[in-house]
């Protein structure tokens, strides 16, 4: 089936292979000797060529100083605002060298879109996974990748247990059955395919590479993120701030959408109105995710499969959160208050990623993607706060589960496969961190969704359970229902 191949898009870091013998240099009677090494020239034609539609020479050869070549060199200065001098100088080389998007860049900027998905739902599917990190990670990191857009648009991705979705996410090498083979560590990250049939939409991941979810390595939730720009349609950005710029940056802002994303994948598919026709900004919320949760799922708080997206003290209750709504538990009281979390704290009015209780302040910290409120007592203390003020990196988006231990006086926060230690008294992260959860929780291998600390035991939410575990003998002592806490 046709699919758009100028929407095709692959992630690689051009450096010289090993053995690969460079064109003969001819050089005019009247140039000088170029004072680039050979190596840097056919470094340059190759990049040229794949991103900037040099042609080469019919015998192979290529001149430095041929008018073709200073004009390529001038156009991808230009692109990256570099100072257009035509010369291969160390920026421009550097630049050569970084790891980047195939897409060629002498795309008309102006049409920053492509084509589109004609409808706002889009379904997904993950095929083969990676090595590197567990499949629930993977799951996770995918999951929030699609929502980086979702959170800027009208657009909703649902997951799909089919070969049929509209976007498959592969973790392959080599050749795998598209023409566009991955050539090994180092080499190709990564590439999509622009919206259409077949295979349109698809995103592949070359399995050769470190993934992670941390700085080391690539940064699966950073490179999945770009990658779905253009599976939705969007092409590249001149803008270094935006996700959509080319090359491969090593760190990342808190919010991966620049003003420019947001505005271009708005453009390209309708973005939702209220009933004054203003349009909803790039913060609006999913809207199947910031309905009400229906009147049987808030009654039928014994379901079998109920999961919680954070638990937490709160004076002398214990609060359980899932989606916008809430039940308090007080701890010398067999009552159980619920409803949805405004009617109690009336400025929060999204759902509660992770919280924490902090004994010796009296304080709850309510965490929502990268932000956090603080809560003393029932009462909301001034404006959220950026989860860099716990020193995390800027990169760091949102945290699965958080907890404070009494006895160490250290909060632990839980992202995907992966947990930081945070010192309260010196208000700092400590050093070495972050570290594998595997390592430090022997048993607990899957993302944690909610955490919970008392008398010595880590409760671990992990799904519909909650794992016992023995903080100081470092093991699961016992596994129960997670609603089971609610009296079920």
């Known amino acids: 089936m046709h699919v758009m191949l100028l929407s095709f898009c692959a992630l690689v870091w051009l450096v010289p292979r090993p053995g690969f013998t460079a064109p003969t240099f001819i050089r005019d009677e009247e140039s000088t000797p170029s004072p680039e090494p050979q190596v840097d020239l056919e470094l340059a034609t190759d990049y040229l060529q794949q991103y900037y539609n040099l042609q080469r020479d019919p015998l192979g050869c290529m001149k430095r100083s041929g008018l073709s070549f200073i004009s390529k060199v001038k156009d991808m200065q230009n692109f990256f605002g570099l100072n257009a001098t035509g010369v291969l100088d160390f920026d421009t080389l550097e630049l050569m060298k970084s790891p980047r998007c195939g897409v060629p860049d002498v795309e008309e900027y102006s049409h920053i879109q492509g084509t589109r998905w004609e ?23 995918i999951e929030s990748a699609f929502g980086v857009w ?10 799909s247990n089919t070969r049929n979705a509209d976007i498959m996410v592969e973790f392959v090498t080599y050749a795998h059955g598209d023409l566009y083979p991955f050539d090994g560590p180092g080499g190709t990250l990564a590439h999509a395919f622009g919206p259409g049939l077949g ?19 690539f940064n699966l939730l950073v490179v999945a993120a770009h990658e779905f720009g253009h599976a939705l349609g969007l092409k590249h950005s001149r803008n270094p701030e935006s996700l959509m710029y080319p090359t491969y940056k090593t760190s990342h802002p808190a919010n991966l959408l620049s003003r420019e994303d947001v505005a271009n994948i708005n453009a390209l598919y309708s973005p939702l109105t209220d009933h004054s026709n203003h349009v909803l900004r790039g913060i609006q919320q999913n809207p199947w995710q ?5 009147p049987r799922l808030i009654q039928n708080k014994c379901a079998p499969d109920m999961t919680f997206d954070a638990v937490s003290t709160l004076g002398d209750a214990t609060v359980f959160f899932r989606d916008r709504y809430l039940w308090i538990k007080h701890n010398l009281q067999s009552d159980i208050k619920q409803g949805p979390i405004t009617n109690f704290m009336p400025k929060i009015e999204t759902s509660i990623d ?7 302040r009296s304080t709850a910290y309510l965490i929502h993607e990268s932000m956090f409120w603080t ?7 001034g404006k959220p706060r950026a989860l860099t003020h716990f020193g995390f990196p800027v990169w760091i988006q949102d945290v699965d589960a958080a907890v404070h231990i009494v006895k160490t006086g250290r909060t632990l926060f839980f992202m995907h496969d992966i947990y930081w230690s945070y010192n309260e008294n010196r208000k700092v992260m400590d050093f070495g961190y972050p570290k594998y959860i595997s390592e430090g929780f022997p048993g607990v291998n899957t993302t944690i969704q909610a955490a919970f600390y008392k008398e010595g035991f880590i409760y671990f939410f992990l799904g519909p359970q ?5 903080y100081t003998r470092k093991h699961i002592v016992g596994v129960e229902a997670a609603n089971s806490w609610l009296g079920c």
């Open 119 to 141: 409808k706002n739902v889009i379904t997904y599917s993950i095929g083969r996974y990676t090595r590197d990190l567990p499949r629930s990670s993977v799951d996770s990191l």
């Open 150 to 159: 979702a959170r800027a648009s009208g657009l909703t991705f649902i997951r």
């Open 199 to 217: 295979a349109g939409g698809d995103t592949h991941f070359d399995d050769n590479e470190r993934w992670t979810a941390g700085e080391t390595g």
């Open 290 to 294: 910031s309905r009400p949760l229906s």
């Open 354 to 360: 992770a919280a924490f209780w902090v004994p010796r």
């Open 375 to 381: 809560v003393k007592g029932s009462l909301v203390k």
């Open 466 to 470: 909650v794992y016992k575990f023995d």
